[in-house]
């Protein structure tokens, strides 16, 4: 168990609580501290998103709203917690409020997946590379089902189904290269990956399969639905796509399970091949100071989160860069590109990393 | 509804109020999954009855209301109106006015393309190439509120001349423009230009065939770019364009992609234009007149006549009937996009709806004009 399971159980046997009611207590905690992180992390991102790519075309950005802006995006928030939530007439109503929910949840429950740092995680499970990408598949049937419970609009019936045509095409070469990953560490467990990638910047996953970190990138770019692969929302051809009928709340749902999405994964590309939480070389800054056991392993964490959302940070703003410069793909392309392209290169990868790992256990 | 699954096809609206059709233009598309079978364009949300109007007032009081057939180009409009008038009663302006007439005219069209620029990369899905046109256009936008005294609607044409005379000041920032545009063309280039995206979006995509294109009676650029030499600035030269060095950019495959690159070509040679046009006028500023002060009662025509201009989208031709009163009898608009807008049924068609909008932005249509 987890350095912080421990300290949580230290500190609340001065109550001397039934173990059942502990046990439970430490995932409402997890919970709330996830939905809050998320919370925080998709305010900040839509923020940064909009001064960097207004720095990227020579404007301002959003100025108002505080300090330089820097409420804008709870302005935001409050303004569409308050807007009118409408229906269409022929909406399939009960689909229609469950869709979003469907988009949302799978990837807010990613999170907990994920290995912040050695001590933060909170759920842990021998294989949740598995899990992880489970979940990710999920959204896209919620998106398939705003766009057919829409109310007869074509517009969104058809972002719907190309969701659904780029899920299946991005899925298949994302997943021949997490299994190049699950051979060279011998695990489908993401906190053993990130440990087996600890030492240097050399043990890096990137460099045995710099070829499998390029299309995984590229998947998930298709799977969060980002600027080159945007078309379930191409709002110059389909207006808005799959949520072209949504207000309000159901729409701020989307848009947060979207930016929540483009986070967790590149912080899943990160852990895969950059080295998850690990410190770029081969020791830890908090090892520079004397601290005692207990400190140094809580300032250890602290340092591990910071470099885990330190790598995260730049693959996003390499996300957002793409998404300055480059226009939409179109979408038969883009299912040549993953069929014809991808899943060779990935089977090619796949190889690379069994002859990696066959080459490792000889010497 | 029975109809259409039967034909298992399904009819998708797009517009009259949609983010890329660029006004209120409605396209019924008859797809098949994702393919197009018909393209049917529905026009007329924006006619304001500009051809009538001009039977209600007289002469100089419709010429206001001209810039308003194409709000991106109206130094064009004006003057297609004001030629067919000096056309019926022989008049000649100065020549100084010409050069200015020129030399905005130039700087119009160069707008009107970064314009058109940016909001094609913007039907694309490229989201930054869009501030960097507006942010050049804001500057040409700039140097005419500084002359004319309007952004868009200028109204700086008159009878026998222009309006306002130029001045060094002027110049100087003109030549500034011109002088730095070619770098920040080259930018666009470096951006654009070879981006496989963009390549794979409009390279062979749209395809209008020379036939179709004349038999469309296309112009412009739009025709240019299938391989058709012919503007309106060499064949039949208005103004002072005999006098002044510039080709015509042309293509011959017929693609989006070609009739982007003969745009950004088009804005090149207007640069060049618009430096010859400084030359001239920095060593005349001085003593010059810059309109001919024609009598307003004496504005009686009679006869037929046509005024023609090369716009930024193609020929456009205003006929002029005269009965000798001061009103017109008869006010006719040829504008170019009338006639882009009804190829994107035989462009378009048998392609992706992802293509739809790539090709029509192509085509530079700006709906006012078509509607009138």
């Known amino acids: 168990m987890s350095l912080f399971y421990l300290l949580y159980i230290e500190c609340l046997s001065f109550w001397k609580m039934p173990e059942w009611l502990i046990f439970i207590m430490w995932y ?112 896209a049937i919620g998106i398939l089902f705003a766009g057919y419970s829409s109310g007869g609009n074509n517009f969104a019936l058809i972002g719907g189904i190309r969701s659904c045509m780029q899920l299946i095409a991005s899925e298949i070469p994302s997943f021949l290269v997490l299994a190049s990953i699950v051979i060279l560490s011998g695990s489908m467990d993401l906190s053993v990956i990130v440990k087996n990638q ?51 709340m159901k729409f701020a749902m989307f848009f947060l399970a979207e930016y929540a999405m483009t986070f967790i994964l590149s912080a899943l590309v990160v852990v895969l091949f950059l080295g998850g939480y690990n410190a770029p070389f081969d020791f830890y800054i908090t090892d520079c100071f004397n601290l005692s056991v207990i400190l140094r392993e809580i300032f250890i964490n602290f340092e591990q989160f910071f470099w885990l959302i330190f790598k995260t940070g730049i693959i996003i703003m390499l996300i957002m860069l793409i998404r300055a410069a480059y226009p939409r793909l179109r979408t038969d392309k883009t299912l040549d590109l993953c069929w014809y392209i991808f899943i060779p290169l990935s089977i090619f990868n796949l190889f690379i990393a069994i002859i990696i790992k066959y080459m490792r256990g000889i010497l | 509804m029975n109809n259409s699954t039967l034909k298992n096809t399904t009819i998708l609206n797009v517009g009259p109020q949609h983010p890329s059709t660029h006004g209120v233009l409605r396209l019924k598309c008859e797809l098949n999954g994702e393919r197009i079978i018909k393209i049917e364009p529905i026009i007329g949300y924006l006619h304001r009855g500009m051809e009538k109007m001009a039977e209600t007032g007289s002469y100089l009081q419709y010429l206001p209301v001209v810039d308003r057939i194409d709000y991106l180009s109206g130094f064009f409009c004006s003057f297609a109106y004001l030629d067919a008038i000096e056309k019926l009663m022989d008049i000649v302006c100065p020549l100084k006015a010409l050069y200015i007439r020129t030399i905005t005219m130039e700087l119009n069209r160069i707008s009107s393309h970064l314009l058109w620029l940016g909001c094609y990369l913007m039907d694309l899905g490229a989201t930054s190439p869009f501030f960097y046109a507006f942010i050049e256009r804001e500057k040409i936008l700039h140097i005419f509120e500084k002359l004319a005294g309007a952004r868009m609607m200028y109204n700086y044409y008159t009878l026998g001349g222009v309006k306002n005379d130029i001045n060094k000041e002027l110049l100087g920032e003109i030549k500034v423009f011109a002088g730095n545009f070619n770098k920040q063309l080259k930018e666009f280039e470096d951006l654009i230009n070879n981006n496989p995206i963009f390549i794979s979006r409009t390279a062979m ?37 005999k006098q002044i060095e510039f080709d015509i950019p042309y293509k011959k495959s017929g693609d989006s992609y070609s009739r982007y690159i003969v745009r950004v070509k088009e804005m090149k040679e207007s640069c060049k234009i618009v430096n010859q046009c400084l030359d001239w006028l920095y060593s005349n500023i001085e003593d010059l007149k810059i309109n001919l002060k024609i009598n307003t009662a004496k504005i009686k025509p009679e006869g037929e006549a046509i005024g023609q201009v090369e716009s930024p989208r193609g020929l456009m031709l205003c006929y002029i009937c005269a009965d000798g009163t001061n009103k017109p009898s008869r006010v006719k608009w040829r504008t170019p996009s009338f006639y882009s807008v009804q190829l994107i049924n035989e462009i378009a068609k048998n392609y992706l709806v992802s293509d739809l909008m790539s090709i029509f932005g192509s085509l530079d249509v700006i709906m006012p004009e078509v509607d009138r």
Request: glycine share 6%; proline share 5%; aromatic share 18%.
């Open chain 1, 28 to 139: 409402i905690f997890n919970f709330i501290l996830i939905v809050i992180l998320m919370l925080l992390t998709v305010l900040f991102l839509v923020l940064f998103e909009r001064k960097y790519l207004a720095f990227y075309t020579r404007r301002i950005g959003p100025d108002r709203a505080g300090y330089k802006g820097c409420f804008q995006t709870v302005a935001d928030a409050i303004k569409l917690l308050f807007k009118e939530n409408i229906i269409p007439k022929n909406a399939d109503k009960f689909l229609f409020f469950l869709s979003p929910l469907i988009v949302f949840v799978p990837v807010l429950t990613v999170w907990a997946l994920l290995p912040f740092s050695s001590g933060f995680y909170t759920f842990h499970s021998c294989c949740s590379i598995l899990l992880f990408m489970a979940f990710l598949a999920i959204p």
């Open chain 2, 205 to 241: 995509i749209g395809v209008l065939e020379q036939e179709t294109a004349v038999n469309y009676s296309v112009t412009g650029a739009n025709l240019r770019a299938s391989g058709i030499l012919k503007d309106l600035r060499k064949d039949f030269p208005y103004l002072i364009y």
């Open chain 1, 198 to 248: 600890s030492g240097s910047i050399l043990n890096w996953y990137i460099f045995p399969s710099f070829l499998g970190f390029t299309i995984f990138f590229i998947c998930s770019l298709i799977i969060m639905n980002r600027l080159p692969f945007d078309f379930p929302e191409a709002e110059s051809e389909l207006v808005a796509g799959y949520n072209c009928e949504y207000s309000g």
